[in-house]
């Protein structure tokens, strides 16, 4: 299966720790795009990278939250001194670099964060 | 500021009857719009397209209209079936006649339920 994986798909962490999660995208793919999904809210746009290169982060929060997607490996959206209100599901989407019509981006199965 | 919006939270419809999922958007620059199912703990899965030089566009089941003057698309499922019971998102892009890759904005969601 070539999907695109994240992991931990649930994560547990107490307020003021760290929280990494990862995401390979897709075969092929070099965009990477990080949402979030508050309980009973959409999905809402964070970051989106292509390898070594930030190119939309308007939606990430201004402190604690960063992401990369390194030459190698997968990318990290790492969130410091996690607080009860970063308890969200975080989805990482792909995408091919060129598309011949309409760019479709396709989702990994999540990473739950909880927040204690 | 909602750039994508869908007014109904929740939709209910008969086994076997037509269902219509409405979307709205305010950013005349997205050209190119698509519809995602998502089931509970469950990354977001993409259902259809369609790209703002059609009207229609037609997979399956799946059909989905877009009238660019109303700035509106719709989505419609016939006949509906009980494992069509999902959360489903409209999501928009711009600048996709370019053929490069964009992030997707997406709306707040509508939630089907498929009763027998």
């Known amino acids: 299966n070539a999907g695109v994986m994240q992991n931990p798909r649930h994560l547990v962490r107490r307020r003021g720790q760290e929280a990494r999660l990862r995401c390979s995208p897709m075969?092929?793919?070099?965009?990477v795009y990080w949402y979030r999904q508050l309980p009973e809210e959409g999905l809402k746009f964070m970051v989106y990278l292509q390898k070594e290169n930030i190119i939309d982060e308007s939606g990430m929060p201004k402190e604690r939250f960063s992401a990369e997607f390194p030459k190698e490996g997968p990318s990290i959206l790492r969130i410091q001194q996690v607080v009860r209100g970063d308890s969200a599901a975080y989805f990482c989407a792909s995408s091919p670099q060129w598309t011949l019509s309409g760019n479709t981006i396709y989702f990994g199965e999540g990473s739950w964060l909880t927040v204690v | 500021d909602q750039q994508v919006k869908q007014n109904s939270p929740s939709l209910s419809v008969q086994e076997g009857r037509i269902s219509i999922l409405n979307c709205d958007y305010t950013?005349?620059?997205?050209?190119?719009f698509l519809w995602y199912k998502k089931y509970p703990a469950e990354g977001p899965t993409f259902l259809i397209s369609i790209s703002s030089i059609k009207d229609k566009n037609e997979d399956g089941r799946f059909t989905v209209f877009l009238n660019k003057s109303a700035k509106h698309l719709s989505l419609h499922i016939v006949p509906s079936q009980p494992g069509d019971s999902a959360v489903y998102f409209c999501a928009a892009s711009a600048g996709s006649s370019t053929g490069t890759a964009s992030k997707l904005t997406f709306g707040t969601g509508t939630r089907l339920q498929v009763t027998l």
């Open positions: 950013n005349s620059m997205f050209d190119y």
């Open positions: 075969k092929g793919h070099s965009h």
